[in-house]
Every structure is written in structure tokens, then in C-alpha cells.
């Protein structure tokens, strides 16, 4: 169901009963802290649960109307088990063919491989993780890492499959920022996954490239201070979250190569104040920014990051 502004996914989970979700309309990824969930035995109550915790612009009353129109004409979607170990979950809704829920399976198998390299073993309490897969043009979430990965774009080959296991299995405190969590998620989306996922589509730094070239940077240090989506990365436009996903994603990429992982995992998830960076990178913030900067310009310019540049400008007028 979707109203101007935002969207309600309501999902029957056999005998559990149903949960309700309200998030922003935005891209294939693009998750802010307008979210709101809520688990209930019927419909209406899920509804009314996820209501109370919807944090957004969207004023009471305009969320009012929504509610009641949603009781009026919507019922739970159900969710069919496609797949299930002791590791995965995967649940489908749609047309999905078992080649489409083996692809998926076999990326999130990548995906843990991969992230087996930067973070500690997992406890078993994480597992299974659920994995619902969703016809249509929605936005791939995980809640922050804390529920189950919900998968859009999943047949056109463009799914964050990866950048959302990510954040389940390496961590996500929204007070503690943004720029590691989502530049990290989406670094590993690239670099492992066969999806060319938004943000970044694969080009990160040619896109960080561009956006220099347009006089289009936020200026990165505001975006590492940013906590609980409370500027770029939620609350203002979708072009500025577009942009602070993208230099985040570069910055990430950047860190990780230039100077390697061991020192990445330690900024990972910490307050942009608590991070020593003379200490750990042997230089100031502010020339590590200049050093990353000047790494991007040096690069050539791409044509196809310049097209994926100008199809995401027409997310200033949103």
C-alpha cells in the first residue's frame, strides 16, 4: 500500500501473525529513520503498533487518514518459504522462480564468506537470518541490522542482497552515525555482489569523480557527524542521502585500500568524536578527506557514472 511520501508493507508470517511497516518512498535503497514496525495477531493492530513508533514529517493526521484507509481495503500479503537451513530463511512473495531464490541464496553464501574477513565469527544467535524477497520497485531494508532483510529488485539484478546482510552481521547503532555502516554495507555490496545495487552501482569513486567535477560534494566531515538520520542521511532531501551514501561509499573503499581493513574495523560503527584519526591513520581528518579527494580526481572520468549522475539529479525535485 502507498501513499504520497510513504509506503505500508503488511506481511502474514503463517502463524505469527502479521507485521505491519511504514517507511519513506525512495529508491532501491535508501532506508531513513521515518520507520515504523509493528507485530500484531491481526491486521488492523499491526497497523496501529507500527503507527506509533512511525517517526516522520508526515503529520498525525495525513497518517490518520492512511491508517484508516489502509483498514478499509488491505489485507496481509503472504509470505511463502522458498528456502530455509540453519543459516537462511529466504520467504518470497511474488513470481519468484527457484533459480531466482538460489541466486539469492548463493549471494548471501558470498556475502557471509566475504564478511568472514572483516568481522569476528558470528554468534549462533544471529541465525537464521529471514530473508524476504518482494516483486516491485520497494526499498531493500534490514532495520538497521535488527530484523529480517526485505528485498526488492531482486529479478532485475539490482538488489543491496549483500549490503544488507552487512549490516545484520556486522553491526548498526544509528547513535553512533552513519558513514561506516552504510559506506562499509555498500563497499562490500560492490566489491562481492553481482547486483549492481544502489547507491553506487559499482562506481563509487567514479561517481565521487563526477559529483567533484559538478560541484556537488557535502562536505564529508558533516556527513561522518551525522547520528540517528538526523541530517543527510535522513531527514533532508533524497538527493543529499544519495550523496551521502555515495562519498561515504568511496571514503569506505578508500580506507579499506589504501590502508587496510585492520584499521577500517576499527572506526567501524564509533562516533565520528571517539575516532583517533591521527592516532590510527598518522594524519588529521581533514588531510585524510584532502588525500581521499585528491585520489578520486586523479581518476578519469566515466561516461556511465556521468549518466547514473544525471538520473540521480532528479531526485532534487522530490
Not at 45 to 56: C, D, G, N, S
Request: aromatic residues 12%; neutral net charge.
Amino acid at each position: 500500500m502507498h501513499r504520497p511520501g510513504f509506503d505500508l508493507q503488511l506481511t502474514q508470517y503463517d502463524d505469527r501473525g502479521c507485521r505491519a511497516t511504514f517507511y519513506t518512498t525512495g529508491m532501491e535503497h535508501s532506508p531513513t529513520s521515518a520507520t515504523g514496525s509493528g507485530w500484531a495477531k491481526r491486521p488492523w493492530r499491526a497497523v496501529q503498533r507500527a503507527a506509533l513508533t512511525f517517526e516522520t514529517w508526515v503529520s498525525r493526521v495525513a497518517l490518520a487518514l492512511g491508517l484508516l484507509t489502509l483498514l478499509l481495503a488491505s489485507a496481509c500479503s503472504t509470505l511463502s518459504p522458498s528456502y530455509r537451513d540453519e543459516r537462511f530463511v529466504i520467504l518470497s512473495s511474488g513470481d519468484f522462480t527457484a533459480q531466482d531464490v538460489e541466486r539469492v541464496r548463493e549471494q548471501l553464501e558470498v556475502g557471509l564468506k566475504a564478511l568472514e574477513r572483516y568481522t569476528p565469527p558470528a554468534p549462533r544467535a544471529k541465525f537464521p537470518i529471514v530473508v524476504n524477497l518482494w516483486s516491485g520497485s520497494g526499498v531493500s531494508h534490514s532495520y538497521h541490522g535488527r530484523g529480517p532483510i526485505e528485498l526488492f529488485w531482486v529479478k532485475e539484478m539490482r538488489s543491496p542482497i549483500i549490503h544488507e546482510l552487512t549490516h545484520v552481521m556486522a553491526g548498526y547503532t544509528a547513535s553512533n552515525g552513519h558513514w561506516t555502516q552504510e559506506g562499509f554495507a555498500s563497499y562490500m555490496q560492490d566489491e562481492y555482489g553481482e547486483d549492481r545495487a544502489f547507491p553506487t552501482a559499482k562506481m563509487a569513486h567514479a561517481l565521487v569523480k563526477v559529483l567533484s567535477e559538478e560541484a556537488s560534494l557535502l562536505p564529508m566531515e558533516y556527513v561522518m557527524r551525522d547520528r540517528n538520520r538526523q541530517t543527510y542521511f535522513g531527514t533532508r532531501t533524497p538527493w543529499e542521502r544519495w550523496l551521502a551514501y555515495t562519498q561515504s561509499t568511496s571514503l569506505c573503499r578508500y580506507l579499506i585500500e589504501r590502508y587496510g581493513r585492520e584499521r577500517f574495523v576499527q572506526v567501524y560503527d564509533v562516533p565520528f568524536e571517539r575516532v583517533d584519526f591521527e592516532k590510527l591513520y598518522e594524519k588529521p581528518v581533514g588531510i585524510l578527506l584532502d588525500e581521499w579527494l585528491s585520489h578520486v580526481r586523479a581518476l578519469p572520468l566515466d561516461g556511465a557514472a556521468y549518466q547514473y549522475f544525471v538520473q540521480m539529479k532528479r531526485l532534487r525535485v522530490r
